[in-house]
């Protein structure tokens, strides 16, 4: 039985971007400086350009996206939403699944929707070079790409640990044009004094946006770039969930839950977001759209971090945020989902969390790579190591519909393919994985050290 693959044309990409800070029950808590007092337009301004700050702490319901950053997209969207009746089929469950597909971009993942967006703002700012972090690699493909087409350089700083283990990435990213460090690197200060205490330090994302922040703010024609957290990220993939509502009428149907993986929250809001204003008027049919955001159990911040300000990066360059975390000095294991490797969370995704909004769970290693190898048997699309949670979930859900009876539609955000991650499907199909549950006294050790906030 074939896949249903329902798509729509060019002319229906969405015009506006949704800011779902329009629609949150109680307004967004400021990011804050170091002295504690909310950052102005003016520092952050040291590393972005004023159209993104702009973004970043609006409230406007609906932004307009730039006839330019609509024009790159059209090189992959709109994306499919495809049903999965193979998979429905092999797990003889009653539960239709659906799948976003973002795999089909030129870096292979959704992280492009923001990044040109990005790429475009600084090119009009005036701005030559971008510096950025990436942990499985996808996002630094993702700038690389966008920097080549609107011409900016691009340096990112590769988490050492996916640095090696994905060489094919770096590859993509080099010939996008784009320089690549593995981090901790002695391109700063930063990476030099972490590399003193420990040459072995095998990084982390925070490590990493410390050294990209750290290198933008010493250059006037240098912005950051970051590829999830922040507000602007969330309401750039935002473009993901509406082409989904449109799709979903197409067909007549509607999600009773929706599962996205889940690291610093761009997938998850992409998808998300644009149905929290449906939940607020009582959802489709008198029913709320679940919502759930799924991470690691080896880097399981929404679960099991806590909600206070803290940085976004290792070093506290980046202000001070409200957010589920770990602790910003938090070391993850050298898990295969490096995209889901981070201290935090977006801020929107974790007071979403905190008010009980959406839901949250935690997935381990193994059981992610059985359900990404049960996915691509069926449908054929080998996923991304990130996207293989949002499949656990989405086929445990469906084994449950199956007790039950309960025939729910079910959408997952299949983030992106895991065509240069087959380094890890290796060492899975060698039974060389392990399951990492983080220990609790490390949690708590790494809390201790949250900054000291009101």
């Not at 102005?40 to 590393?47: D, H, L, T």
């Not at 799948?99 to 005036?126: C, D, I, L, R, W």
């Not at 200060?189 to 330090?201: E, F, I, V, W």
């Amino acid at each position: 039985m074939e896949s249903l693959r329902i798509t729509l044309d060019q002319s229906e990409i969405p015009t506006h971007w949704y800011n779902v800070v329009a629609d949150l029950p109680t307004p967004p808590l400021p990011p804050l400086a170091a002295d504690g007092e909310p950052v102005s337009p003016e520092q952050m301004g040291a590393i972005f350009p004023a159209a993104i700050i702009e973004q970043e702490m609006s409230g406007e319901r609906w932004i307009p996206i730039p006839e330019p950053v609509r024009e790159v997209y059209r090189l992959w969207r709109p994306s499919p939403l495809i049903r999965a009746r193979r998979l429905e089929e092999l797990l003889a469950t009653p539960a239709r699944i659906y799948y976003k597909y973002e795999g089909v971009s030129p870096a292979g993942s959704h992280k492009p929707n923001t990044a040109v967006a990005q790429a475009f703002y600084n090119q009009q700012a005036g701005i030559k070079r971008i510096t950025t972090e990436t942990g499985a690699g996808q996002w630094g493909c993702s700038m690389a790409f966008a920097g080549q087409m609107f011409g900016l350089d691009v340096r990112v700083y590769m988490v050492k640990v996916s640095f090696q283990q994905k060489p094919y990435r770096r590859s993509m990213m080099q010939t996008w044009g784009a320089e690549v460090f593995a981090s901790p690197s002695p391109m700063t200060q930063t990476g030099r004094d972490l590399l003193a205490s420990d040459p072995d330090n095998q990084g982390s994302l925070g490590i990493a946006i410390s050294e990209a922040v750290e290198d933008a703010a010493g250059r006037a024609d240098t912005s950051y770039a970051l590829g999830s957290v922040l507000n602007h990220v969330a309401l750039h993939q935002t473009i993901i969930g509406q082409e989904a509502k449109k799709q979903f009428e197409k067909v007549a149907d509607w999600p009773d839950v929706i599962f996205a993986p889940c690291g610093g929250g761009s997938s998850f809001a992409g998808l998300a977001f644009p149905f929290i204003a449906d939940n607020a008027a009582g959802g489709r049919n008198g029913r709320p759209t679940r919502l759930v955001a799924v991470e690691p159990t080896s880097c399981p911040t929404l679960t099991r971090g806590a909600y206070a300000y803290d940085f976004g990066d290792a070093s506290g360059f980046t202000p001070l945020m409200k957010m589920y975390t770990l602790g910003h000095d938090f070391m993850p294991p050298g898990i295969h989902a490096g995209g889901l490797r981070y201290h935090g969370d977006s801020p929107l995704v974790s007071q979403l969390y905190h008010e009980g909004l959406i839901e949250a769970v935690a997935v381990a290693q193994l059981a992610t790579f059985e359900a990404g190898v049960m996915f691509s048997r069926a449908e054929g699309i080998i996923p991304a190591p990130e996207s293989n949670h949002a499949l656990r979930a989405a086929i445990d859900e469906a084994l449950r519909c199956k007790r039950s009876g309960e025939a729910k539609t079910i959408l997952v955000n299949l983030t992106g393919h895991g065509h240069f991650d087959m380094a890890a499907y290796d060492r899975y199909f060698a039974g060389e994985l392990d399951d990492f549950e983080y220990p609790a006294e490390a949690i708590r050790a790494s809390l201790e050290n949250l900054p000291k906030v009101g």
